[in-house]
Every structure is written in C-alpha cells, then in structure tokens.
C-alpha cells in the first residue's frame, strides 16, 4: 500500500504543480476544497468567482494557479482519484472480502460525485489516463488479494469489476438505498462462493 500511496503522491505534483511555500500552498488547497464543493453543490458551470469567494481569495489568485477552467477541473479530479488511492490503505487491515467491498463501496461514492467532472475531461487526456493507472493500482492488489484468499471469483479481472461498477454508477436512482442494495447485489455476484441469502 505504501507503494500505492507514493505513486498517487507522484501523480498530483506532477499534474497539480501544488506550490511549495506554505501560504501559496494554503491558497492552493482552499480553491482545490472551495472548488469540489462547488461543483457538488452547483455543477461544473459554477462561476470561477463563486470559487474564489468560498477559498476567501482573489480571483487574480485562482488565475495564478489555475489559468484555465480546465486545469483547475483537472486539480480536483486528481485530488480525489489521490483521496480514493490512499483509501486503500485505511482498509489494507480488514480481511480480504471486507476490503475489497469497503473499497468499492468508496469508489461508487466517488464516481457518483465526479461523473460530471470526468465528462468535462477528455476520456483519452494524460491526466485521466494517469488517474486511471492510479485507481487500478490501488484496486488491483485488493481483488488479488481477495482472489487469493478464495473470497473473490478467481476469473473476475480488475477491468471487469471497474466496468460493473461504473455501469451502477451511470444510472440515476429514484433513492439513494437503492444504488446502495444494486451494489450489494453486484458484490455478491463477485463473491466466491456466492453470498447465502
């Protein structure tokens, strides 16, 4: 896990460019926080004003670190795909099946809230491509793991289990209960031997 959490720190300095000094990385850090809830809140459209007023900025020093409306996309994007990295490891000492379905569990969350902001960003983009290289790094070795222990389909691969869970989190449900019963439902196909009802 250790391993996982250097690579996700790697991947947000060289695509983040986060400042070094304390109080230029403090304003970093509030625009990047102001802008995630924003974007919760109010969508992609939110206005780049609104942002800097929720991080008690200038909008002269949004532009200074983020130039363009894209770069601060792409800021937030890999702020959380590090987030989920790292979660990982908050989950490494379960055992194997509890792990890997907590884990999941944390991806659907994760990728209902920033389905809109991938769309902003191009499927085939170096920062997605990148940010993709971290997910499977941080998936893989849980459903290995889990294969290993004879708790997880040993013909499931870490794309086929992506793809499952990206096609629950695509859909809109009427209450949130229910996308969390479909995951269970999808988890319990993944399980080996099946769940017992």
Request: proline share 4%.
């Amino acid at each position: 896990m250790t391993s996982v959490m250097a690579s996700a720190d790697q991947l947000g300095e060289y695509l983040t460019r986060r400042p070094k000094r304390a109080d230029a990385r403090r304003n970093y850090d509030a625009l990047v926080a102001a802008a995630r809830e924003a974007f919760a809140a109010g969508g992609v459209d939110t206005s780049l004003e609104e942002i800097a007023r929720r991080a008690g900025v200038g909008i002269g020093t949004l532009y200074r670190n983020f130039p363009s409306r894209r770069e601060l996309f792409e800021a937030v994007y890999v702020d959380e795909v590090q987030a989920l990295s790292r979660s990982a490891a908050d989950v490494a000492h379960l055992p194997p099946w509890d792990a890997l379905a907590a884990w999941l569990n944390r991806f659907v969350a994760y990728a209902a809230t920033k389905r809109a902001l991938a769309e902003e960003l191009a499927h085939n983009s170096e920062v997605f491509r990148r940010c993709r290289i971290e997910i499977y790094a941080a998936g893989e070795p849980m459903l290995r793991r889990a294969q290993e222990a004879g708790v997880a389909r040993a013909d499931a691969t870490f794309d086929d289990v992506l793809r499952l869970i990206s096609g629950i989190v695509a859909f809109q449900f009427p209450e949130p209960g229910q996308r969390d019963r479909v995951l269970a439902i999808a988890l319990d196909g993944l399980r080996y031997p099946a769940a017992q009802g």
